[in-house]
């Protein structure tokens, strides 16, 4: 069995609860999210057009796209809005509401890792 | 382009390219959702859809409103609306409030109301955020923008049983009580 590889990207002081940051990581632009009792993490690209979501705001567990305002939740990723008000018989435009690439975060004494190579989980 | 009055905003440090996509943004999210809220209107029939087609028609018009006003403070700038329609819709900050597929279902219509008016607090909440005590001018407009957004919310969500609003209607049918200070180029 292959052992999981993680790498360290910050530590837990650097994110008060509610708050986010922004880190890189070969490359990939991630957001990091401290729940108050767990930590997110996902890409920092918007699965709609590519918006910055690091420049976002997060409005308690959900993040908001600053360019087209798309909202995602992130614990899930899921997108929240407008995936929610999408009309369903206009099944294409539910196919544009992707959700975020999260990747998995474990936390290891005060350090936050994430689990390497950086490919999405469900 | 009103080449002082870019420049003292600048000077305030504000990146006024990006003020500026985030107003012509703002501009399309009015001017679709115009668009879809006539549509929406026009569609609020019946028992309960009576009730709600004065609320959208005073929302749609104040819209409509919220575009001219937002259109002079973009070129003010020296920024510029896209000549494509298509491309001005496509960089609307808030995404499209379309008719649901039942729409006869006012609580789904209702449901799409609020959610646009909700994106809309956001987007000038964030330009408000942006320019306070820089940028007077597009902060005062935003904020008159933002004061009518609010209501708007309010409205449809008081009819989504979240509780009263504490408004009643428009002397006028989209009156724009905030905003129409700014509408200097055409008639009240």
């Known amino acids: 069995m292959t052992k999981r590889r993680f790498i360290k990207v910050a530590e837990i002081d650097q994110i008060p609860p509610g708050q986010m940051k922004a880190v890189t990581v070969h490359d990939e632009n991630v957001v990091l999210v401290n729940l108050g009792d767990s930590y997110s993490a996902f890409n920092a690209r918007c699965p709609h057009r590519g918006g910055p979501l690091a420049e976002g705001a997060l409005w308690e567990e959900t993040i908001q796209c600053p360019w087209h305002h798309h909202r995602y939740d992130v614990r899930t990723g899921q997108n929240v809005y407008p995936k929610n008000v999408y009309p369903t018989d206009m099944p294409w435009l539910l196919e544009r509401v992707g959700s975020l690439w999260m990747y998995r975060v474990k936390i290891e004494g005060r350090e936050i890792l994430l689990e390497e190579p950086l490919a999405p989980h469900p | ?188």
């Open chain 2, 1 to 188: 382009m009103a080449k002082v009055a870019r420049q003292v905003v600048e000077q305030a440090g504000i990146n006024v390219d990006q003020l500026v996509e985030k107003l012509v943004a703002a501009a399309a999210a009015e001017f679709t959702t115009y668009y879809y809220y006539t549509i929406l209107r026009i569609n609020s029939i019946g028992f309960d859809g009576e009730g709600l087609k004065e609320i959208i028609e005073d929302a749609r018009i104040e819209d409509r409103n919220h575009f001219e006003a937002l259109a002079p403070r973009i070129y003010e700038l020296g920024g510029k609306l896209p000549r494509d329609i298509r491309e001005f819709a496509d960089a609307a900050a808030c995404p499209d409030a379309y008719l649901p597929a039942d729409p006869r279902n006012v609580q789904e219509a209702l449901k799409v109301l609020v959610e646009a008016e909700r994106c809309a607090i956001r987007v000038y909440t964030e330009i408000c955020n942006m320019t306070a005590g820089k940028d007077h001018r597009t902060y005062a407009l935003a904020l008159a923008v933002l004061h009518e957004e609010i209501e708007h919310e309010a409205w449809f969500s008081e009819f989504l049983g979240e509780g009263p609003s504490g408004h009643f209607r428009r002397a006028a049918p989209g009156q724009s009580p905030y905003v129409s200070r700014f509408l200097t180029a055409m008639q009240r």
